[in-house]
């Protein structure tokens, strides 16, 4: 390979590195830094499979979220989301608002790590039935975390007891 080709490669194999690892702003914060996406040390029967931002759309709003993805022992694909918004309550409230016409109660108070939590019940159809899949919301000083989702509630319950919030 002639020494233009190598240059090019190297030159743009760094530009892709750090532009997948450095925030968007440019002031070197590692996204797989965040405190609230557990990568080892998981409960058993789950994988660590990647961390990336994503939005969530909340109400008639986008909020941008840190998200990490793991696959558990039943081969379904769950995640933890870390919502960064001043009023982190006020965003659960207006979360639990897509339930508001639901003719079951979505809502089982819990506790997570000696915190309050929500577990929200919600039904999909799975194979012409409806399955109830589960998520567990909660706020911390200046987050909003959602963590799920899963027919196995078990399953939600241990990874967002992994949080360690």
């Not at 989702?149 to 360690?164: E, F, K, P, R, Y």
């Given at each position: 390979?002639?020494?233009?080709?190598i240059?090019?490669?190297?030159?743009?194999t760094?530009?892709f590195?750090?532009?997948?690892?450095?925030?968007?702003?440019?002031?070197?914060?590692?996204?797989?830094?965040?405190?609230?996406?557990?990568?080892?040390?998981?409960?058993?029967?789950?994988?660590?499979?990647?961390?990336?931002?994503?939005?969530?759309?909340?109400?008639?709003?986008?909020?941008?979220?840190?998200?990490?993805?793991?696959?558990?022992?039943?081969?379904?694909?769950?995640?933890?989301?870390?919502?960064?918004?001043?009023?982190?309550?006020?965003?659960?409230?207006?979360?639990?608002?897509?339930?508001?016409?639901?003719?079951?109660?979505?809502?089982e108070?819990?506790?997570?790590?000696?915190?309050?939590?929500?577990?929200?019940?919600?039904?999909?159809?799975?194979?012409?039935?409806?399955?109830?899949?589960?998520?567990?919301?909660?706020?911390?000083?200046?987050?909003?975390?959602?963590?799920?989702?899963?027919?196995?509630?078990?399953?939600?319950?241990?990874?967002?007891?992994?949080?360690?919030?």
């Amino acid at each position: 390979m002639s020494n233009k080709k190598i240059l090019l490669l190297v030159l743009l194999t760094s530009v892709f590195i750090s532009g997948c690892i450095f925030d968007k702003n440019g002031n070197g914060k590692q996204i797989n830094e965040s405190k609230f996406i557990p990568q080892k040390d998981l409960p058993a029967g789950f994988t660590y499979m990647a961390i990336h931002e994503t939005s969530v759309d909340i109400g008639n709003s986008s909020i941008n979220a840190i998200e990490g993805v793991y696959r558990n022992s039943k081969g379904e694909d769950m995640y933890i989301q870390a919502l960064e918004n001043n009023s982190p309550s006020a965003l659960i409230n207006e979360y639990k608002l897509r339930y508001k016409d639901a003719n079951w109660d979505p809502f089982e108070e819990i506790f997570v790590n000696g915190h309050k939590a929500t577990k929200v019940k919600d039904y999909t159809t799975m194979n012409g039935q409806q399955t109830p899949k589960y998520s567990i919301i909660w706020a911390t000083e200046k987050y909003m975390m959602l963590v799920g989702s899963s027919i196995d509630a078990q399953s939600v319950m241990n990874l967002a007891s992994a949080t360690g919030i």
